[in-house]
């Protein structure tokens, strides 16, 4: 008997979460990786300090890896301590890579990652998002529609 398969994207605590990529990019596809870190980056994400704002993931000679990804030096960390802005190498299975890979070069699509958690098992795990980028005029019309179903919200809510 086959076992069971674990929830999709089982965050228990979201340590980073980049935003605005949902602003700017057209989400296609999600995948969830995990990360290779050293001992103080799994300590400093521990405490909650991170940033992938300004983040992106690329495909290197058949492996993937986080680009200008920020985890601050751990405070307790003397000499041991890691590089805060060191590209990360990401853990996918081969389909995975070759299916980003493949969407990368041939589509034009963006490795933009959406959030850095720990799952139900204690492993630091990226969400990481297969993305078209959008236009000015792509903004504007999100931007619309948030606003209106803000008005719609409140509306309903004064209504009511």
Known sequence: MARPKPPVFDKQKTVAENRRARFDYHIEDKFEAGLALHG????????????????????????????????????????????????????????????????VERKGMTLVPLSIYFNGTGRAKVELALAKGKQAHDKRASVKERDWKRDKARLMRDRS
């Open 40 to 103: 103080t980056e799994v300590k400093a994400l521990r405490a909650g300090q991170a940033t992938i704002a300004e983040s992106y993931a690329e495909v290197k000679d058949g492996e993937v890896w986080l680009i200008n990804s920020n985890i601050p030096e751990y405070s307790h960390g003397n000499r041991l301590n890691h590089e805060p802005r060191r590209p990360r190498k990401l853990l996918l299975n081969a389909r995975e890579i070759g299916k980003v890979f493949g969407a």
